[in-house]
């Protein structure tokens, strides 16, 4: 490969949910803990709380998967100070070839974008922060050039309005939901151009039906959302991780021509995020 040919492909680049996944950011539960109680998740696991090796090992388990579907696997460095930071994906995310940084809403978890941003300046990766209220990259998913925003205790008004003047050329759709079940990814996840999973019950009747009206929307019922049956990822060519417990969801995958790769990471869900809330692309395409 010449100097130029590696010069132009791009350091990072993400313009939707469900193309081909090339490099993703992880990070080891090794400190996993429900220290302080932040979604309903929680409260249900507050008393067995984190078995801290199970998780290790079930992360191992989906790390080792992603690498051997070809997937470039790179990992934040775990600090004993941030018992959520498994949760890539809140911290950052990937919005055509440019990363942002979060603003955390949960005390909890402030200071973990610092660690991002060394990571990031250590990989001479550029990035742009959120100064304007909070936003979570949990309430942020990417279709093409359209972004759907979850509206939450999570993500605000002000900080989408920053988002949509740093990316003029995107049409940004705020959709407002049930802030109990904590972020957009949640209760929505798209899985093509025109299919997505939904947990009806999160949205009002005005989000359901714009979303109804630009995609195939395949149901998820109120115990598989518990499990988090939304929160899949899709690694591009229609090849999708779920947990094995979410069997409705799974097979509902299966007859539409997905193939579903199933994990256990039941230890870490304890804590109120699945699959995507495990990882931050970088590189899709």
């Not at 220290?35 to 008393?47: C, D, P, V």
């Not at 051997?68 to 930071?85: D, F, K, T």
């Not at 990814?185 to 999160?202: H, M, Q």
């Not at 999708?240 to 994990?263: A, C, D, H, M």
């Amino acid at each position: 490969m010449t100097l130029a040919s590696r010069q132009s492909q791009p350091v990072t680049s993400c313009n939707s949910e469900y193309e081909r996944l090339r490099k993703v950011l992880l990070c080891q539960p090794q400190y996993m803990a429900i220290k302080e109680i932040i979604n309903e998740t929680q409260e249900q696991f507050k008393e067995e709380n984190i078995q801290v090796k199970r998780a290790l090992k079930q992360h191992r388990q989906f790390s080792h998967l992603l690498q051997q579907h070809g997937i470039e696997v790179m990992e934040l460095p775990p600090h004993p100070a941030y018992p959520e930071q498994v949760f890539t994906r809140d911290i950052g995310f990937t919005i055509g070839d440019q990363v942002f940084i979060a603003g955390m809403a949960s005390g909890i978890r402030r200071g973990e974008e610092e660690i991002l941003k060394n990571w990031l300046d250590q990989e001479h990766i550029s990035y742009c922060q959120s100064t304007e209220g909070t936003i979570e990259g949990g309430d942020v998913i990417v279709n093409g050039h359209t972004i759907y925003i979850g509206i939450s205790s999570r993500t605000d008004e002000k900080a989408v309005k920053e988002l949509q003047t740093q990316l003029p050329d995107y049409e940004i759709i705020p959709i407002p939901f049930n802030e109990k079940y904590l972020h957009l990814d949640c209760v929505f996840n798209i899985l093509s151009p025109n299919e997505a999973l939904i947990f009806p019950k999160a949205l009002n009747d005005r989000e359901r039906k714009l979303l109804g009206e630009r995609f195939r929307l395949i149901e998820v019922s109120e115990e598989e959302q518990f499990s988090l049956g939304t929160n899949v990822l899709s690694i591009g060519g229609k090849k999708v991780f779920s947990l094995p417990i979410n069997k409705e969801v799974n097979e509902q995958l299966t007859k539409r021509g997905y193939t579903v790769i199933e994990v256990d990471i039941t230890e870490i869900i304890k804590s109120g995020g699945s699959f995507r809330c495990c990882t931050m692309p970088l590189l899709r395409g």
